[in-house]
């Protein structure tokens, strides 16, 4: 097995696409064991396409498309500007806000990057913002959207590691605000420092807030509707994604009457590639999956574990800091595919409450997408804004800070995360 991973090492080094990299290291491991039959590769390939839960995956993508075309950004936007426009740094507030209410709809760091940084970003460098500040404040603000429900992190992890994806979804809620938190207090404290005032100088009034939580108020329900519908038993994971296409596209049409016909045809063209990429990823890792299994890595690690320490909080720590190295150069859908088989049975070995691992573990995993050198919503905002790697890294470091305190305390209090869970499906079902 390490001559498979050095060969994908290798090939991820000199730029080759993901899918590949995996799916020709995971052929060699079948070249290396030529007792086992040729089919194999071809089988466990196929066999992932056809798993009956993946069915979320492109049906939450094709929502969020649909959802992104029908003018609901904007009625978000008059919502995150009314809620902070007189705090200090009420632009850079605002991408946070704007990015903590477009989670359930984006699902995606990098896609709520893309829209921040054209919609709010241009905004600040008119302002006076630097470049990196700006830049730092919407990537990491982007972390949010796999965070709250229903992210495509908890649905890969959960269909990987046969967990309960609704109970993932509740689990996003709390971690996701106190992100939010964070990030709001991180931008007050240097925003001050660096002169970067409020937008209005007056506070909004109750009416005001009101209308713009009306106009917003179609996005707001729909992570909540979600978790009813799961939590009642009236969908499985695959059919809520059905019903989450059907409910954007009604809003888009009937509600706000802003989804047009070309752009129904641009989120179709936009999931197709989206849907692929995911899918061609998943079908691969399966090749590189059957190895790791095969080989046993889960066993050889755990009992390594074990033998170093029997500390549970010690044992998430060194997966966590494993998993933000591994992020540096490999995207979080990657690593979630790629380390659930071998890092959730281990968890379980230390009393380790599945859902609170996978939590942390969908944070650690997103964090690469916001450090160098190959974060894909760090290199996203940076491009929107013609900012420099260097001075991005340098000016974003009180956001890295702020996501850091936050992940520590989700991993020392486990409760946290398993509060809304318990509260919603109970806690024996755990």
């Keep these: ?49 056809q798993n009956f839960a993946l069915l979320a995956v492109p049906l939450f993508i094709l929502a969020g498309n649909f959802l992104n075309n029908s003018g609901i950004t904007t009625n978000l936007l008059k919502l995150a500007t009314v809620l902070t426009g007189r705090m200090h740094g009420s632009l850079a507030q605002t991408s946070i806000a704007l990015s903590t209410l477009m989670s359930g709809v984006t699902g995606s760091s990098i896609a709520d990057a893309a829209m921040n940084a054209r919609i709010i970003g241009l905004q600040m460098l008119k302002r006076g913002y630097a470049r990196g500040y700006a830049a730092g404040a919407i990537s990491y603000g982007s972390l949010l959207a796999p965070i709250i429900p229903p992210g495509i992190g908890f649905i890969l992890y959960g269909t990987v590691g046969q967990v309960s994806i609704g109970r993932l979804f509740a689990a996003g809620i709390i971690p996701g605000l106190m992100l939010w938190a964070a990030l709001a207090v991180a931008i007050a404290i240097t925003a001050r420092r660096r002169g970067y005032g409020p937008e209005r100088e007056t506070r909004a009034t109750a009416r005001e807030i009101l209308l713009a939580s009306w106009g917003g108020i179609w996005a707001i329900l729909f992570p909540i509707m979600l978790l009813a519908g799961l939590r009642y038993g009236i969908f499985t994971p695959s059919e809520i994604g059905a019903f989450a296409v059907i409910y954007a596209v009604a809003v888009g049409f009937f509600a706000y009457r802003m989804l047009t016909f070309a752009g129904f045809r641009e989120a179709i063209e936009g999931s197709l590639v989206d849907v692929g990429a995911v ?51 490999m995207e979080g859908s990657v690593l979630i595919i790629m380390l659930t088989p071998i890092f959730l049975p281990l968890v379980t070995k230390y009393g380790i409450d599945p859902v609170h691992f996978g939590l942390v573990f969908i944070i650690a995993a997103t964090i690469g997408n916001y450090t160098p050198p190959v974060g894909a919503a760090m290199f996203v905002a940076c491009q929107v804004l013609r900012c420099p790697i260097s001075e ?10 702020a996501v850091t305190v936050v992940t520590l305390i989700l991993i020392f209090v486990p409760s946290v995360v398993l509060l809304v869970p318990d509260m919603i499906f109970g806690a024996d079902l755990r």
């Design 279 to 329: 899918m061609f990823l998943l079908a691969l890792s399966a090749i590189f999956g059957y190895g790791i299994v095969f080989e046993r890595i889960p066993e050889v690690i755990s009992d390594w574990m074990l033998g170093m320490t029997e500390n549970a909080h010690v044992v998430m720590m060194l997966i966590v800091l494993f998993i933000l190295i591994a992020g540096t150069f």
């Design 392 to 401: 991005y890294t340098r000016d974003s470091t009180p956001f890295l800070i």
């Design 1 to 49: 097995m390490l001559i498979v991973i050095i060969a994908f090492t290798v090939l991820m080094l000199i730029g080759m696409p993901v899918a590949f990299a995996i799916g020709i290291a995971g052929a060699l491991f079948f070249i290396q064991h030529p007792e086992l039959p040729a089919t194999i590769p071809i089988q466990v390939t196929v066999t992932e396409t």
